[in-house]
């Protein structure tokens, strides 16, 4: 603060109103192969339908992957999704060469000046959806009367508005352009159409009369769903010069110009059968905790006999330290095996130790409304669907298992339900059984993470409060930074915390905690460092995971109290 050298009045405005902020616990986070969509990139998800709409129905090989991201959808309304690369993917094309596009990045980057050579349109995204795709276009002239599609737009394409502003009088610059479902891959219907958009302009600086670009490449590429803009045709000679700069503008030639009635996309290829390798080089767009909110990671099962993928995620939950993995055993393991329960434990047994993650019993039938199928998939984006579904009707320290909050929705039968002994055997190897009891529908009936030494953290609901209290208060502690180290800061930094650990505490995640923040732990040391330190005490509540039941029988004339003391 300046110093005063005259008497006078100086406003100063300090702001005491810093709390500890609400943080994101549910958020979901899954790869997969899609039959539509952006590769390689972390697109948010918010239900099935939008899930479909993004990344395609599935089909009997992508069912897997977009069933088990459903799973998790059924419980909450927030999932990170990474559709996996690989380079045998194309985007089908107008000249049928195929081209790989991932996505608006790759073709920012690569492709938007025009420079394919591939033909006017290219498929959005990659993949053989692509390839039932018909893109027609309709310019300024006689064309407009004869054309196909023409009952699909209120007039002809003639000039634009913006051009008739500029004083340029009939320039012709104006085109229609129409997306059709040519086989019905992707409506379901053949010849249904898909996008329309009209009165575009090929004049790079045209306008619409909101102020948006009316360039027809600009239109199209933000746009549509389904094409990208890659080169003018070779008859627009003035398309993509600036209207002010010109007299007129070409239109398509009616003898020669296939536009007119369409030109069909092909070449597009899919990869339905991504690798390990593809699947973690996927998940390596979700491991930054600093550019990526999220915190229930989950994946289709490994192949049979490997863990690749469930060690993967172990790894990048542990490594973010704001996360859970849940994982599940190989479908074979518990689909039409013989000893299920000795197959799971000998693959939870190769499992990471870590509290980071946990590991559920097998696998479960569910129905495949896309394709009228019923599917074996794991049970791990349901599990983690759970844990979603807990913070919204209690909060992220409670557990998720149990008749109140660990109900499974929409599983016809699992593949393997364990008893008594087989749930003995597999809480012992680290393994939460999913259970089916008459009459109770299906219920996750554990809540062990995969750490395997005695602790607070061996179970779900602790390490998810923890994860909770170290993301809020450690995002309120940025606050501190480059402030001094004294007591006032110190007090200040406790007057942050412990309000919010009471409110913890009343909502029954914790049962008592204690913030020693002062000179003990930051001591001269400490503070010549530039450190700063403090020490929170936690006693976590815990869940109930056995229940004794003692019936005694008593004498008529005995007197209760003469038994139990009380």
Known sequence: MAFQVSPGVQVKEIDATGVVPAVSTSIGGTVGAFNWGPVGEVVSISSEKNLAEVFGTPDNSTYKYFLTAAGFLKYGNSLKVVRTDSTSMRNATADGSGLSIKNDSVYDASYSSGAASVGIWAAKYSGIKGNSLRVAMCTEGSLFAGWTYASS?????????????????????????????????ISGTAGTVLETFAFMSQGSDAKKEDGTSNYYKDVINTGSSYIRWMDHHTTLTEAGSAISTVSSMAGLSSASDIEVTGR????????????????????????????????????????NGANTISNDLISIAAARKDCMSFVSPPIDDTVNATTPAADVKAWADTLTSSSYASADSGAIYVYDKYNDAYRWI?????????????????????????????????????????????????YKARVNP???????????????????????????????????????????????????NDEFTRAQFRNLVEPFLRDVKGRRGITDFSVVCDTTNNTGQVIDTNNFVADIYIKPARSINFITLNFIATRTGVDFSEISGS
């Open 153 to 185: 737009f209120d007039s002809a394409p003639g000039t634009s508005n913006y051009a008739t502003s500029l004083g340029k009088g009939s320039i012709g610059d104006e085109l229609h352009v129409i997306v059709i479902d040519e086989d019905g891959d």
């Open 264 to 303: 069909s996309l092909s070449g597009g290829v899919d990869d339905s059968t991504p690798t390990a390798a593809e699947i973690a080089t996927a998940f390596d767009l979700l491991e930054d905790a600093e550019t990526v909110d999220v915190q229930l990671l989950f994946a289709y099962p490994d192949a």
């Open 378 to 426: 794991g049970a791990a984006g349901h599990i983690a669907g759970l844990c979603a579904a807990t913070d919204k009707t209690a909060d992220a320290w409670f557990s998720p298992a149990g008749a109140t909050r660990g109900q499974l929705f929409g599983v016809i039968k699992l593949a393997f339900n364990p008893v008594k002994a087989d749930r003995d055997t597999l």
């Open 434 to 484: 999913v259970v089916s009891f008459p009459g109770e529908g299906t219920l996750l009936f554990g809540d062990k993470t995969l750490l395997s030494k005695p602790s607070a953290f061996d179970r779900i609901n602790v390490r998810r409060l923890f994860n909770t209290l170290e993301k809020a208060i450690s995002t309120a502690a940025r606050a501190q930074l480059f402030e001094f």
